[in-house]
């Protein structure tokens, strides 16, 4: 009888270590999640406060915009049949020379996740926050905000945080004003990244219906546009606009205009009977030297921005071009959190 007590205990025993191992080996390993494209292998973080998350960088949300994808609408990512690894964050979008980094590219389509680890009390999964970048259309990038932060300072309080990179400059919006180049292809790159976290962020254990993107001056003014834009219906539910709105950028649609045909002369494109065709051969190192022949400062000297960079426009497609006011009513509706910072644009005067 002594004996089959003592094998009992034992067997309690050794079944509590490879417990606690299989417990340790769980948490230790690198977590991975499968999407409908594939695979993603990030890391795990642990807040100041002990809160433990998982992070997952620079995830493709669409196929890199280069080669005859250039100047076009983003189409969806190609999966991947490994497991890719998401551990550091993707390329920065090349834009002028001033505010491009030595690693920016033109493949740069990448959405950064981090997570809880532990799964959402509420079975529809957690609340999903979009980060989207300011930098007046030609500066800036997702891996401007270091994750450990936001983990501490957003995920902790119960939310999914994503945050991407999206086209800018003349590659987010050279435009020749007509159905020829329409122009707007950053914010169709932000269309594109709200379709993909309907797509992917339940297997990350958030709630497609309910995601909030947030944005900050020309990422503000972007979603401001997006949040009347049809293109976006059933895509998030609100929306925080941080200095910047949707009226802003709607007066300068000739200013886009002549800005990109200052581009296209600058790299010999300007007699071409399309312009974008022309581009498209073009190196993007040429097309960013061309874009430093008239843009040097976003903000000059007199503290005004410079007339006449890159920005959306009405293209009577993801905008409609039609009055403001009725822009406003036929919008889906939605609840908008709109404010400012202080210190607006101290970056670039610096």
């Not at 503290?303 to 905008?319: C, E, Y």
């Amino acid at each position: 009888m002594i004996q089959l007590k003592n094998s009992v205990i034992l067997c309690i025993f050794a079944a509590s270590i490879l417990g606690d191992v299989a417990k340790s080996q769980s948490t230790n390993s690198p977590p991975i999640v499968s999407t409908e494209y594939g695979k993603v292998e990030g890391f795990r973080h642990t807040t100041p406060s002990g809160f433990e998350t998982e992070v997952f960088l620079g995830i493709p949300y669409a196929a890199p915009p280069i080669g005859n994808l250039r100047f076009e609408k983003p189409i969806p990512p190609t999966p991947w049949t490994t497991t890719r690894q998401a551990k550091s964050f993707g390329a920065a979008c090349a834009s002028v020379p001033r505010y491009s980094p030595a690693t920016a590219s033109e493949d740069c389509l990448f959405m950064n996740i981090i997570k809880p680890t532990a799964p959402s009390s509420d079975p529809k999964g957690y609340p999903v926050m979009l980060w989207i970048h300011g930098g007046g259309f030609i500066a800036g990038s997702s891996a401007d905000y270091p994750y450990n932060g936001t983990a501490e300072r957003i995920v902790e309080k119960g939310v999914i945080y994503a945050s991407i990179n999206y086209r800018q400059a003349a590659f987010g919006f050279f435009t020749t004003g007509n159905s020829k180049a329409p122009g707007n292809y950053g914010l169709w790159d932000q269309v594109q990244a709200l379709k993909f976290i309907q797509k992917v962020i339940k297997k990350f254990g958030g709630n497609p219906k309910n995601v909030t993107p947030f944005a900050q001056s020309s990422g503000a003014i972007g979603l401001s546009l997006l949040s009347l834009s049809p293109k976006t219906k059933d895509l998030f539910i609100r929306s925080i606009d941080m200095s910047g709105t949707s009226n802003i950028r709607l007066e300068l649609s000739t200013k886009d205009i002549n800005a990109s045909l200052q581009l296209a002369d600058a790299v010999g494109c300007g007699c071409a009977s399309n312009p974008k065709i022309c581009l498209k051969t073009k190196t993007a190192a040429e097309i960013q030297a061309g874009m430093g022949t008239f843009i040097t400062y976003l903000m000059q000297g007199d503290g005004t921005a410079f007339p006449g960079s890159f920005s959306p426009r009405a293209d009577g497609d993801l905008i409609p071009n039609i009055k403001y006011e009725k822009l406003i009513k036929r919008a889906s509706k939605r609840d908008v959190l709109m404010g400012f910072n202080s210190q607006e644009w101290y970056v670039f005067g610096k």
